[in-house]
């Protein structure tokens, strides 16, 4: 069995923590360099939920998208959900690591894997990154359907393809338009609809939206908007990363859903 330190090195070296935001924290959290790694769990969030998922599945290692930690903290006291999580996975021997923002990059990261996940093809990245990295690098991509179709099926297709959850998948623009260009930005990538029309997309799919931002992207930039639940687009990636590793450690993909919102309701009235 391979080190926690060896895969470490392995994962790093398709997704490097010197890509990451300033303000990210990536890297591992928890856990000794040389205890023995036999079976590794990807999840999107550290959260009591999953760590019960490796705990009960025994596996050795947690790796997540998103940070446990990204303010600073002065306590990791089990008073808290995240001090919870830190004694829990020391408690049972269970390490954890996380590639966040140095996975969006990434070649393949993040949205190579949601535009996959979509059936787009000829992926190229939406905000490209030169320098030491390798491959079409940068945050975003933008790729073409196999065949046209409206906005209405688009966002049809959209659900059918991602993870299902209660936020759903909700769209901005005339449902009779017909697409073909799609971006994609899995996690909060609202402030790339001008860049994502800049490249010829008629669609920019991703997460968070907000409501002036999104009316006035379509007024003004004449793009429409997919929003799905920021779990549900970065998903995908679980299994790009799974694979990394799937020649040298037993993996697994938690299919736990993490989003936080769990209702969704539809108002049956009109509005005042």
Request: include cysteine; hydrophobic fraction near 45%; proline fraction near 6%.
């Given at each position: 069995?391979?080190?926690?330190a060896?895969?470490?090195?392995?994962?790093?070296?398709?997704?490097?923590?010197?890509?990451?935001?300033?303000?990210?924290?990536?890297?591992?959290?928890?856990?000794?360099?040389?205890?023995s790694?036999?079976?590794?769990?990807?999840?999107?969030?550290?959260?009591?939920?999953?760590?019960?998922?490796?705990?009960?599945g025994?596996?050795?290692l947690?790796?997540?998208?998103?940070?446990?930690?990204?303010?600073?903290?002065?306590?990791?006291?089990?008073?808290?959900?995240?001090?919870?999580?830190?004694?829990?996975?020391?408690?049972?021997?269970?390490?954890?690591?996380?590639?966040?923002?140095?996975?969006?990059?990434?070649?393949?990261?993040?949205?190579?894997?949601?535009?996959?996940?979509?059936?787009?093809?000829?992926?190229?990245?939406?905000?490209?990154?030169?320098?030491?990295?390798?491959?079409?690098?940068?945050?975003?991509?933008?790729?073409?359907?196999a065949?046209?179709?409206?906005?209405?099926?688009?966002?049809?297709?959209?659900?059918?393809?991602?993870?299902?959850?209660?936020?759903?998948?909700?769209?901005?623009?005339d449902?009779?338009?017909?697409?073909?260009?799609?971006?994609v930005?899995?996690?909060?990538?609202?402030?790339?609809?001008?860049?994502?029309?800049?490249?010829?997309?008629?669609v920019?799919?991703?997460?968070?939206l907000?409501?002036?931002?999104?009316?006035?992207?379509?007024?003004?930039?004449?793009?429409?908007?997919v929003?799905?639940?920021?779990?549900?687009?970065?998903?995908?990636?679980?299994?790009?990363?799974?694979?990394?590793l799937?020649?040298?450690?037993?993996?697994?993909?938690?299919?736990?859903?993490?989003?936080?919102?769990?209702?969704?309701?539809?108002?049956?009235?009109?509005?005042?």
């Amino acid at each position: 069995m391979p080190a926690l330190a060896e895969v470490v090195r392995e994962l790093e070296c398709h997704y490097d923590p010197a890509w990451a935001e300033p303000w990210d924290a990536v890297g591992l959290v928890c856990g000794d360099p040389e205890t023995s790694v036999a079976r590794v769990l990807f999840a999107v969030d550290p959260v009591e939920v999953v760590v019960d998922e490796a705990i009960t599945g025994g596996f050795d290692l947690l790796v997540t998208h998103h940070p446990l930690f990204l303010g600073g903290t002065t306590s990791v006291a089990a008073t808290t959900p995240k001090g919870r999580v830190v004694h829990r996975l020391l408690r049972a021997g269970i390490a954890l690591y996380v590639a966040h923002t140095n996975a969006d990059v990434a070649s393949p990261g993040v949205s190579d894997a949601l535009g996959d996940a979509l059936g787009l093809s000829d992926l190229r990245p939406l905000l490209p990154e030169l320098g030491a990295r390798s491959g079409p690098c940068g945050l975003g991509r933008v790729g073409e359907l196999a065949e046209p179709m409206t906005l209405t099926e688009f966002t049809d297709h959209v659900a059918r393809s991602l993870p299902r959850t209660s936020w759903g998948v909700r769209a901005a623009g005339d449902p009779h338009r017909v697409v073909r260009t799609i971006a994609v930005c899995g996690g909060s990538g609202g402030d790339l609809a001008a860049e994502a029309r800049g490249t010829g997309a008629d669609v920019l799919l991703t997460s968070d939206l907000k409501h002036h931002a999104a009316s006035e992207s379509v007024a003004d930039l004449g793009i429409c908007l997919v929003d799905a639940a920021h779990w549900a687009t970065e998903w995908p990636w679980l299994k790009s990363a799974a694979r990394i590793l799937a020649t040298t450690v037993e993996t697994s993909v938690s299919t736990t859903v993490t989003d936080p919102w769990t209702l969704h309701a539809t108002s049956t009235t009109g509005g005042t």
